[in-house]
């Protein structure tokens, strides 16, 4: 019988608090400048299992039981996965289902885990022996920011150098231990699709805001300031640093032709009442990706006025998260989403249970 | 029996195309960067009656039938007042009575009117002499922008050098009857007081937008190209200019520390309506003050459109103006908002009959 080459992974999302915004080079997703995040905790983790077999006649991807078919949906995954074909020598056909929590293109960075998970996956299926920057630059070729989530705790995506790309990838600032008490509390106001996705959105930047360069300049001191601050648990320092980089973000995405606008009157309720908060000394910064709803970063004891202020501003659903790890392989039978035969196993997310459910 | 020292003046607002964000000198009023305006027609009149009497025992200011009473209020119109009698060599105290059917402080440019109204009412009403570039300087003194409307058709406001401001006023770049076809739409969307108001707006985001700089390199350059469009009666051109500018300015408000965000939902479904209208061609251009009142430059034959797309976002009341001139004084004495006792006539805006109506 021969050997079964199928792996699961989880991954976790990262929340950029230095934000990417800008490729240099768009094939080989090289940013613009440096960026860096915190990992998020399980609540809103992908599970993905990967399968390569001579069974299988084409490619199939299922994302949250939907399996992908336009060409568009399916450029999210493909290049990762050929860039694992290419690295293995394999030519088989692969099966990948993945499965998430988090809405997938709501600027939530579900697509980080997603594509973390992928690599993670995929690489352990064809038993690839890569070192974790290596899985970084995989993971960076599939969605950019998942080059991040490699790591638990709080890591920076280097800029890098090389043409190639291969100094382009995440480091771990501090583990998932370091910071006991932060919080990222994660508002869902919208969970809808975009208007504008974050690749053309960035594009567009890079190409016609007359103010984005301004952005590249100061970067570079930010980032050193931000990681700076996390090593010390230096909360309102880290916090300000947040709220600054990413009214600067949307200033440039608003700056660009056309227009991006990805905040609604809910995140800006959510900002000023936030800035009320921190009258007397910052408790809470918050966070805007490429999508209205908003990330705050906080500390436990701060959390329950952090969530009246999404309640007040009408964000009902959230979560509270502590600092997360990094990518794990499931090695019980009972975790695969995707059968020794190549089926793919009924599963679903138990709200109740709060729990991933998968019919064996 | 002695010289009533009294003057009525109508001015009207300008809309600013390129716009006014910063100042070099907080008490000259002496801006960061050059801009320019269109004048809008009488729709949106100010009407301001200035007295001067021995019989007066203190300034009084009125205005739309409100006396101004609190040291921030007054603050608005007494430095003007003041320099104005400084040239003038007099002490005596002034009634100033001003009516708009503009609201006051929504972004709405209603203030330039008023201002531009009150130093053409007070100057004349004590027989000063003045060239319409130091009216404009007046004009500069009391509001910064309504420095552009002292003249009717488009306007430049000329950043100048000199440190004493005597060069920064504006001078015009056509009349008003050099685009008979253009049009301004102006929609009002909330009439309520601002957040932040215009004042502390560009002073936070002159010591503390990061971005600002790069805006200040690019602006003579468009300043430039707008006058040209202007020249050109190039609608689309001029109208693309508008958008890019007024995003930018409003990009380099959202960098600003804290963020100044003056747009909300309303403000992004009629730019984002009016991007869908020029998808074929530039056929309008948006633009922005501080406020979400959106103004849309267009031409006649498109102003159904427009109105359209205001009504679609929401937004109930809007004028359509012309291209409209500049102050006028009014000799009549029926039209004086004071009598030549110094009481004041009631008055007010039947906006059935759409005029003005004084108790006479």
């Not at 990681?227 to 320092?237: E, H, P, Q, T």
């Not at 056309?258 to 809910?266: R, V």
């Not at 705050?296 to 502590?322: C, P, Q």
Request: with cysteine; charged share 25%.
């Amino acid at each position: 019988m021969p050997k079964i080459l199928r792996a699961t992974a989880e991954a976790n999302p990262n929340i950029a608090i230095i934000k990417y915004w800008g490729k240099r080079d768009e094939k080989l997703i090289l940013p613009m400048q440096g960026s860096n995040s915190v990992t998020l905790d399980e609540q809103l983790k992908t599970r993905t299992t990967v399968m390569f077999s001579d069974k299988f006649r084409q490619d199939e991807i299922w994302i949250n039981n939907k399996q992908l078919t336009t060409p568009e949906e399916l450029e999210k995954v493909m290049p990762q996965l050929n860039i694992i074909r290419e690295m293995a020598k394999i030519r088989l056909k692969a099966k990948v289902v993945s499965y998430s929590v988090t809405p997938v293109a709501g600027g939530l960075a579900g697509s980080a885990a997603g594509l973390a998970a992928v690599a993670y996956a995929a690489t352990n299926a064809l038993g690839m022996n890569l070192s974790i920057s290596e899985l970084s630059v995989l993971c960076r070729l599939g969605s950019g920011s998942a080059c991040r989530s490699v790591y638990g705790g709080f890591a920076e995506w280097k800029r890098g150098e090389k043409a190639d790309g291969s100094d382009s990838f995440a480091v771990q600032i501090a583990d998932e231990k370091h910071w006991p008490d932060f919080r990222i509390v994660v508002g869902v106001a919208e969970s809808g699709e975009k208007k504008v996705k974050s690749r053309a959105g960035m594009k567009h930047t890079v190409a016609n805001s007359i103010l984005y360069s301004k952005r590249l300049e100061y970067l570079p001191k930010v980032l050193k300031e931000s990681k700076d601050a996390i090593l010390k648990k230096d909360a309102s320092r880290l916090f300000e640093i947040a709220m600054r980089d990413s009214n600067d973000m949307h200033a440039t995405m608003h700056d660009t032709w056309p227009p991006i606008m990805y905040l609604n009157d809910a995140s800006k309720e959510v900002i000023y009442a936030i800035h009320e908060l921190n009258q007397n000394g910052i408790k809470a910064g918050y966070s805007f990706d490429a999508g209205p709803n908003p990330t705050i970063f906080t500390l436990d004891k701060h959390v329950a006025e952090v969530k009246k202020i999404l309640e007040n501003a009408g964000i009902k659903k959230m979560f509270v998260s502590n600092v997360g790890s990094g990518p794990k392989i499931l090695k019980d039978e009972i975790e695969h989403l995707i059968d020794e035969n190549g089926n793919i196993r009924k599963h679903s997310f138990d709200e109740k249970k709060n729990m991933l459910v998968i019919e064996y």
